[in-house]
């Protein structure tokens, strides 16, 4: 079973509403095939139920090797949910900050990461139940311009807290994805560069 991703791409807002997005995920699919299953996609859209998911789902692409995730719907508590997200191709659910002190050990076959915005917070939020963490802000991101970055102090921290299962997000590209990895991180999650400059985040993680 795949772990925590290596490059998790993090699709650009209202990805359902952009016509070019097929395209764009097909381009990063070709791009990551050297990373294997460490390769995925996090798709975003609060407020879905899984009905309203496996209905968007199925006007993309299936794309071999290429994990999926998606925002936990709002029915995540219907006993067959994760079995009918899970046979639609879906791979892992993500907890954001709205849900991440939510208790939820597992959500079988799926699995399940968490966001973290605080290291101290990071072997609290992994008691709670999940397959890794995304831990961000490392870096300053335009995405987020009045968070302050953790920097690889930060990233350390929640790696010694929850070692191995830190995937790093924030300010990410093809220059500084090593760092991270050599500060403990697993993986690397990012969104510019994922849909500009894939190519180059998978030789930086191949070369790491």
């Known amino acids: 079973m795949p772990g925590a ?13 952009n016509s070019d997005f ?6 990063f699919a070709e ?5 294997g299953d460490g390769a995925a996609v996090y798709l975003r859209a609060h407020g879905w139920d899984t009905a309203q998911w496996l209905a968007q789902w199925a006007r993309l692409p299936r794309l071999d090797g290429l994990r999926v995730g998606i925002t936990l719907p709002v029915d995540a508590e ?8 899970s046979a639609a191709g879906v791979d892992f659910v993500h907890l954001t900050e709205r849900d991440a002190d939510r208790p939820l050990e597992t959500w079988p076959p799926l699995r399940v990461s968490r966001v973290c915005h605080e290291p101290e917070a990071a072997r609290r939020r992994w008691a709670l139940g999940a397959d890794w963490l995304v831990v961000s802000p490392i870096f300053a991101t335009p995405s987020k311009p009045c968070a302050v970055p953790l920097a690889i102090a930060g990233l350390e ?7 191995g299962r830190v995937v790093a ?20 999650a990012v969104q510019r560069a994922a849909w500009t400059n894939a190519a180059a985040l998978v030789t930086s993680l191949r070369e790491a």
């Not at 097929?22 to 381009?27: E, M, R």
């Not at 791009?31 to 990373?35: G, R």
């Open 157 to 163: 921290a929640a790696v010694r807290a929850v070692p």
């Open 78 to 85: 219907l006993p067959d949910a994760s079995e009918l997200l």
């Open 31 to 35: 791009a990551a095939q050297p990373l």
């Open 22 to 27: 097929a395209f764009q995920l097909a381009a």
């Open 169 to 188: 997000l924030g300010g990410i590209t093809a220059e500084n994805a090593r760092v991270c990895l050599a500060a403990g991180a697993v993986g690397v």
């Open 5 to 17: 991703p290596r490059l998790l791409a993090i699709a650009p807002d209202i990805w359902y509403a």
